[in-house]
C-alpha cells in the first residue's frame, strides 16, 4: 500500500513539475504538487481570473503539462489532435471557473468553491473525470451579500447566472484592490 501511495505522489509532484514549468518563470512564485488555489498570490489569481488569449495559455500550459502533453505552443501551432485539443480547452475553461471563484471568495462575495481545497493538480484530475454538470458547480453567495435576498429567491439554475453575472465588476474590484495595496 505504501508503494502505491508513494508512486501516487511521485506522479503528482512530476504533473506539478510538468505544469507549473511555466508558471514559475512568469510569476515569480513557487508552485508545487500541494499547490491550492488560496495559495495563489492576489496578483496571480487576477491574471488566470482576467479573460484574455494570453491569459488562457497560461492556464494551457499547467493543464497540458500536468497531463503531460506539452506546453501551449503546440495548441497554438495546432499540434493536436482536435480531441486532445477540446480536451485542454474543456479542462482549461473548468480552471477558469474556479480561478474565478476563488476572486469572488477573497472579495467575500461567495462561499468557497466545491473542491477547492484541493491541490491544482488534484483538482485538475478531479474536473478531468467529472461530468460538465459535476465539474461547474457555482459556489454559494455568501449571506453578506447585499443582493442575497434577490439571490435566495431564484432558483438553482438561476443562483448560478447571478454568480456568473457577478465576474465582471469582481474583476474591477478586485483589480482595484490589489493597485490600492501596491499602492500603500
Same mark, same amino acid.
Given at each position: 500500500?505504501?508503494?502505491? !501511495?508513494? *508512486?501516487?505522489? &511521485?506522479?503528482?509532484? /512530476?504533473?506539478? #513539475?510538468?505544469? &507549473?514549468? @511555466?508558471? /514559475? @518563470?512568469? &510569476?515569480?512564485e513557487q508552485f508545487g504538487p500541494q499547490t491550492r488555489l488560496g495559495d495563489l498570490s492576489d496578483r496571480t489569481l487576477l491574471f488566470l481570473a482576467t479573460p484574455g488569449e494570453e491569459n488562457l495559455c497560461v492556464i494551457f500550459d499547467l493543464v497540458m503539462g500536468a497531463k503531460g502533453w506539452g506546453t501551449s505552443t503546440r495548441f !497554438? *501551432?495546432? #499540434? *493536436? #489532435?482536435?480531441? @486532445?485539443k477540446q480536451c485542454v480547452l474543456d479542462l482549461s475553461l473548468r480552471l477558469l471557473d474556479y480561478f474565478r471563484f476563488e476572486m469572488l471568495r477573497r472579495l467575500g462575495w461567495v462561499e468557497s468553491p466545491p473542491k477547492a481545497e484541493q491541490p491544482l493538480v488534484a483538482l485538475l484530475d478531479i474536473v478531468a473525470k467529472a461530468s460538465a454538470a459535476q465539474a461547474i458547480q457555482t459556489p454559494p453567495l455568501a449571506p453578506g451579500y447585499p443582493a442575497y435576498g434577490e439571490y435566495e429567491k431564484l432558483i438553482p439554475s438561476d443562483r448560478a447566472i447571478f454568480i456568473r453575472r457577478l465576474i465582471p465588476q469582481a474583476l474591477k474590484e478586485f483589480r482595484q484592490r490589489l493597485e490600492s495595496a501596491q499602492n500603500s
Open positions: 500500500m505504501a508503494e502505491v !501511495i508513494e *508512486l501516487e505522489q &511521485f506522479r503528482r509532484k /512530476l504533473a506539478a #513539475d510538468h505544469g &507549473f514549468r @511555466t508558471w /514559475l @518563470t512568469r &510569476f515569480r !497554438i *501551432l495546432n #499540434d *493536436l #489532435d482536435s480531441q @486532445t
